[in-house]
C-alpha cells in the first residue's frame, strides 16, 4: 500500500490527452511539500518529468504538465506519442514518516 | 551530465549483508546543494526509498529501515555506498541509487538499477 495513491494503468489514442492522479493525504501533499513525476521506460533508468509541482527539466516537452491542489496532483499528457507509453511516478515528503514517499506507479498505454 | 552506476553482488543469502557501491561520474559528489540516495522497488511494488547521505558524510534513513541500513560516501572515489545487514526474501528489490536535491526534495539523476535478490 503506496503512501501517495495513483491509478495502476491509464491508456489513450495517439493525439489524445491523458491525466494521471496522485492522491496523498495531510501529512505529504496537503502539507504543502511539492510533489516531482518521473518516468520509466522499460530496462531504464527513472528520468525526472516535473519537479516541484509544475516545472520542467530542460528537454522535457511542453506537451507534459503538473499541477497540484490540495491533498491530490495530477500529471497531464496531450498530445499523446507511441513512446510516451512507460510507467509514471509521482514522490513527495511525509512528515509523519519523516521521509520520501513515492505513489505506486501508473502504466500508460498508448492505444 | 552526471551519470550514476551501481555495482554490487546480484546474489545474497538470507541473514547476510547487502552491499552495494554508486559510482558517480561526470560530476562531484563534493557539489553542494545534493544529497546522494538509495531507492528500491519490490517487484510489482512501489518505489520504497531507502535513505540518503551528504558529501559531508551525514546521513538519513528511512525509519522502517533504519536499524539496519547504513550509508556512507567516500569521496576521493566519488562513490556512496549502502549496507542491509540481516536480509530476508523481502529485500528482494531493484536497487536505485539517485541524486537528490537538497532544497526541494526530488531526484534529478538516477542509475540504471541492479537486481539484487535474498536467497539461499
Known amino acids: 500500500q503506496s503512501v501517495l495513491t495513483q491509478p495502476p494503468s491509464v491508456s489513450g489514442a495517439p493525439g489524445q490527452g491523458v491525466t494521471i492522479s496522485c492522491t496523498g493525504s495531510s501529512s505529504n501533499i496537503g502539507a504543502g511539500y511539492n510533489v516531482n513525476w518521473y518516468v520509466r521506460l522499460p530496462g531504464t533508468a527513472p528520468k525526472l518529468l516535473i519537479y516541484v509541482n509544475t516545472n520542467r527539466p530542460s528537454g522535457v516537452p511542453e506537451r507534459f504538465s503538473g499541477s497540484k491542489s490540495g491533498t491530490s496532483a495530477s500529471l497531464a499528457i496531450t498530445g499523446l506519442q507511441a513512446e510516451d507509453g512507460a510507467d509514471y511516478f509521482c514522490?513527495?515528503?511525509?512528515?509523519?514518516?519523516?521521509?520520501?514517499?513515492f505513489g505506486g506507479g501508473t502504466k500508460l498505454t498508448v492505444l | 551530465q552526471v551519470q550514476l552506476q551501481e555495482s554490487g553482488p546480484g546474489l545474497v543469502k538470507p541473514s547476510q549483508t547487502l552491499s552495494l557501491t554508486c559510482t558517480v561520474s561526470g560530476g562531484s559528489i563534493r557539489s553542494g546543494g545534493y544529497y546522494w540516495s538509495w531507492i528500491r522497488q519490490h517487484p510489482g511494488k512501489a518505489l520504497e526509498w531507502i535513505g540518503y547521505i551528504y558529501y559531508s558524510g551525514n546521513a538519513y534513513s528511512n525509519p522502517s529501515l533504519k536499524s539496519r541500513v547504513s550509508i556512507s560516501v567516500d569521496t576521493s572515489k566519488n562513490q556512496f555506498s549502502l549496507r542491509l545487514n540481516s536480509v530476508t526474501a523481502a529485500d528482494t528489490a531493484v536497487y536505485y541509487c539517485?541524486?537528490?536535491?537538497?532544497?526541494?526534495?526530488?531526484?534529478?539523476?538516477w542509475g540504471q538499477g541492479t537486481l539484487v535478490t535474498v536467497s539461499s
Open positions: 539517485a541524486r537528490g536535491v537538497s532544497t526541494d526534495d526530488y531526484f534529478n539523476s
Open positions: 514522490q513527495s515528503y511525509d512528515s509523519s514518516l519523516s521521509g520520501v514517499v
